[in-house]
Nanobody
Framework: VRLVESGGGSVQAGGSLRLSCAAS??????????MGWYRQAPGAQRELVVR????????QYADFVKGRFTISRDNAKNMMYLQMNSLKPEDTAVYYC??????????????WGQGTQVTVSS
């Protein structure tokens, strides 16, 4: 499974960015449990931004992005997006696309993209 993020960049506070994640290589028998976005700021641990299950559950947003970020998917294109509005300097981080799943029950794993840098200036 390969995940490739794009769409990062530098914006001023209050601006917007849309991140994209392209998934490939999983095949039709791969069972995706959850998809989501994480981020990691310099010197900090990687943290959850938003995660959504593939069984129709509502997205789980971190409190610090609620009302500002929106996750979406285009299953036909194997794409996932993160619309980020009202960006703040504290949103500066490398953003990672994540997929959790596997081919057999009990053999699921996390898959990560290479990350895309988001820098928000004040």
């Amino acid at each position: 499974v390969r995940l490739v993020e794009s769409g990062g960049g530098s914006v001023q506070a209050g601006g917007s960015l849309r991140l994209s994640c392209a998934a490939s290589g999983s095949g039709s028998s791969f069972n995706i449990k959850t998809m989501g976005w994480y981020r990691q700021a310099p010197g900090a641990q990687r943290e959850l931004v938003v995660r959504v299950t593939t069984d129709g559950g509502l997205p789980q947003y971190a409190d610090f992005v609620k009302g500002r970020f929106t996750i979406s998917r285009d299953n036909a294109k194997n794409m996932m997006y993160l619309q980020m509005n009202s960006l703040k300097p504290e949103d500066t981080a490398v953003y990672y696309c994540n997929l959790y799943g596997g081919y057999w029950p009990g053999y699921e794993a996390d898959y990560w993209g290479q990350g895309t840098q988001v820098t928000v200036s004040s």
